[in-house]
């Protein structure tokens, strides 16, 4: 099964039993040096995933409320070059799940640098319309971002997903709610 699709079908299992009510709480992460905000309570799970020529284990906390999908996804490297090739293989497998027609590359977005993080061209907020595995209309808000942590580097993946544009204040909560600690 490719990536994409394993790291959207986890997403949904994950977040399969949360709540409907934008009830915004901290979620501090255990395994990551990071706390977020999230409307509902979350689901977490790890997955050891085949990347490239090598597994990786994904950590993933999130939720569904209110029509959207919030979501973390992180991952540590012990190879600090890999985190930009690792962002642009997430960017890839969400454009690839969204079915977006035209082939990929990179799509003008703003660099998404949180204090801390590394300074990486790739290092991206984007927002994507494009259509789910049933063919529906769905809306995409994503942030990649890396951090150096001793030896190794940490690239997570923020994302919002919805049928609808989801409201201006929803998505602002949930992005200035990523500090890192």
């Given at each position: 099964?490719?990536l994409?699709?394993?790291?959207?079908?986890?997403t949904?299992?994950?977040?399969?039993?949360c709540?409907?009510?934008?009830?915004?709480?901290v979620?501090?992460?255990?395994?990551?040096?990071?706390?977020?905000?999230?409307?509902?309570?979350?689901?977490?799970?790890v997955?050891?995933?085949?990347?490239?020529?090598?597994?990786?284990?994904?950590?993933?906390?999130?939720?569904?409320?209110?029509?959207?999908?919030?979501?973390?996804?992180?991952?540590?490297?012990?190879?600090?070059?890999?985190?930009?090739s690792?962002?642009v293989?997430?960017?890839?497998?969400?454009?690839?799940?969204?079915?977006?027609?035209?082939a990929?590359?990179?799509?003008?977005?703003?660099?998404?640098?949180?204090?801390?993080?590394?300074?990486?061209?790739?290092?991206?907020?984007?927002q994507?319309?494009?259509?789910?595995?049933?063919g529906?209309?769905?809306?995409?808000?994503?942030?990649?971002?890396?951090?150096?942590?001793g030896?190794?580097?940490?690239v997570?993946?923020?994302?919002?997903?919805?049928?609808?544009p989801?409201?201006?204040?929803?998505?602002?909560?949930?992005?200035?709610?990523?500090?890192?600690?």
């Open positions: 099964m490719p994409a699709r394993r790291l959207i079908l986890t949904a299992m994950l977040l399969a039993a709540s409907p009510a934008l009830n915004w709480r979620v501090r992460l255990a395994d990551a040096p990071l706390d977020l905000m999230l409307p509902c309570k979350p689901d977490r799970a997955r050891e995933l085949a990347w490239g020529t090598q597994t990786l284990a994904v950590s993933m906390v999130g939720c569904k409320a209110d029509g959207a999908t919030y979501a973390l996804a992180h991952v540590a490297l012990a190879q600090p070059q890999d985190a930009a690792v962002m293989d997430w960017q890839k497998a969400l454009h690839q799940q969204l079915q977006i027609a035209d990929w590359q990179p799509l003008p977005g703003e660099t998404f640098v949180l204090p801390g993080t590394l300074a990486l061209p790739q290092a991206r907020q984007l994507w319309q494009g259509r789910n595995d049933q529906r209309t769905v809306y995409a808000n994503a942030r990649w971002f890396a951090r150096a942590e030896p190794q580097v940490r997570y993946q923020a994302l919002v997903l919805s049928a609808e989801l409201a201006a204040e929803a998505l602002q909560s949930f992005v200035q709610g990523l500090q890192l600690r």
